[in-house]
């Protein structure tokens, strides 16, 4: 069975958090195909050198459309979008692009810390089975 491949994407206000998520399941994360949009993938990597993060687009430029052109290709096995419920975002449009893609092709996806701990046990199990 090859390696998971998961995809972490946060908004700013949210960085701090999916950063203190990562380390937090650095066990897991570190045997895992990781891939994030720039930024989110550039603290990853810098918090954490024993991740291996492939690091796309920031969010903005067309990042969230590279993740989302992956779920499309069925290249991932599971997405942490850690979203800004607070704030508009200029590419808002991308953001409901990639939420949506998640669903229709039924992808685990996380949007909170505790829901990606679920998404996380559930790509374990599943890697076991
Ligand atoms: O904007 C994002 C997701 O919509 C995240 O992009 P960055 O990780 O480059 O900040």
Known sequence: MSAKKIALV?????KDEMVAWAGKHLSRLR?????ATGTTG?????????????RLKSGPLGGD????AMIAEEAL?????????????????DVKALTRLAIVYD???ACSPSTADAVLDYLASDAER
């Not at 459309?65 to 989302?68: D, E, F, K, S, T």
């Open 42 to 54: 550039g603290r990853i990597a810098e918090a954490y050198p024993e991740i291996s993060v492939t």
């Open 77 to 93: 096995d599971g997405l942490v979008f850690f979203v800004d419920p607070m704030s508009p975002m200029p590419h808002d449009v």
């Open 10 to 14: 946060a908004h700013d206000a949210c």
């Open 107 to 109: 992808l685990p996806m």
């Open 31 to 35: 045997h895992m195909s990781v891939v």
């Open 65 to 68: 459309q590279q993740i989302g």
